[in-house]
């Protein structure tokens, strides 16, 4: 069994670490307040941002050797410098950290974004399309992955939609108070991952360079279908039994970072299905249904 670092052990990590501790292996989970993590996870008190920190944090962790990292640290703050701070200096620090692992570094796995992808004219995005963001979010994910590209077959990126799940359930929220609407026009894409699945996305890749199969270098990492956000909330508002959101023209408020208005483009998981990985939620259909079950057994 191998042992893994999960670097941002978070809403993401944890569920990919438990995953992971599911399947034997030996699990680390880091982070600047690593109290109350699952119980099986070895905590591991650092800043991503802190090389010193990070050093002495991961001394011990070293000792018994590393297979695989992965990096799902988030930025603590929606602005340029947070996100530097996170994906770009952070991710440096534990790769450059990977790197002086002796004759094997680990194979690292970092959470990029689909932000990296700038088309908003609702054209289908793999990764192989073009990939120039013009806003800070995309720009620095790329820059970080940018980083990952020299270091050949030992790293992967796995490009997430929007994540949901428990605790994340913003836009059922929304829905079920009414609060939602609906432009007129055109479809307005938006492509979404449950926790879960992102979780064990990530498993997924690392069993598979576990058993020494080797990855591509970028997956994108959305569920099997993206999803018109109008057929979104009016699906919602019908499984919740609630008013069917309003259709106003002119801007309309955000409705969470799973549907973000400014975002309208189909992403294709197809790489990522064809590796082998199957969703267990496919679709916000799957996906909401388990959340709304849940909301009203609690
Ligand atoms: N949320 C989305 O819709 C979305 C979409 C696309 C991609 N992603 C990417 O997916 C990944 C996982 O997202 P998530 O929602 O699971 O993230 P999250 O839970 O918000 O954050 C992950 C963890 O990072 C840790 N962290 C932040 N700064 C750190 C630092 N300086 N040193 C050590 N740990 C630090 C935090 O723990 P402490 O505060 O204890 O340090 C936090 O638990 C991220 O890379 C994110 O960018 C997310």
């Known amino acids: ?19 992971l501790l599911a399947d034997g292996h030996t699990v680390f989970g880091l982070r600047r307040h690593p109290e109350g993590l699952p119980d099986g996870v070895h905590p591991v008190a650092a800043d991503l941002c802190n090389p010193e920190s990070l050093r002495t944090a991961l001394a011990e962790v070293e000792h018994g050797g590393i297979d695989a990292v992965v990096y799902a640290a988030a930025a603590d703050g929606r602005d340029e410098e947070s996100y530097r701070r996170i994906y770009v200096d952070g991710l440096g620090h534990v790769s450059e950290w990977a790197q002086a692992q002796g004759m094997r570094p680990p194979h690292l796995l970092f959470t990029s974004s689909t932000a990296v992808y700038a088309q908003t004219d609702g054209s289908w995005v793999d990764e192989s399309s073009p990939t120039e963001p013009t806003q800070f979010n995309g720009a620095c994910m790329l820059e970080a992955e940018g980083l990952l590209a020299d270091r050949r077959g030992n790293a992967t990126v796995l490009r997430l939609g929007g994540i949901y799940g428990p605790g994340r359930t913003r836009l059922i929220e929304t829905v079920r108070a009414g609060r939602a609407s609906i432009q007129p026009g055109p479809p307005r894409w938006t492509n979404r991952i449950h926790r879960d699945d992102a979780a064990g996305a990530l498993r997924h890749l690392v069993s598979r360079v576990l058993a020494g199969s080797t990855l591509d270098p970028v997956y994108i990492g959305v569920d099997e279908e993206p999803a018109d956000e109008a057929e979104v909330l009016r699906w919602l508002a019908g499984t919740l039994g609630v008013d069917r959101p309003s259709v106003v023209s002119g801007p309309a408020p955000p409705t969470g970072r799973e549907g973000r208005r400014s975002s309208n483009k189909r992403c294709s998981s197809r790489r990522l299905r064809a590796s082998g990985y199957a969703f267990r939620y496919p679709t916000y259909r799957e996906g909401y249904a388990a959340l709304i079950d849940v909301t009203r057994k609690s």
């Open 1 to 19: 069994m191998a042992r893994i670092l999960v670097a941002g052990c978070g809403y993401v990590g944890t569920a990919c670490a438990v995953q």
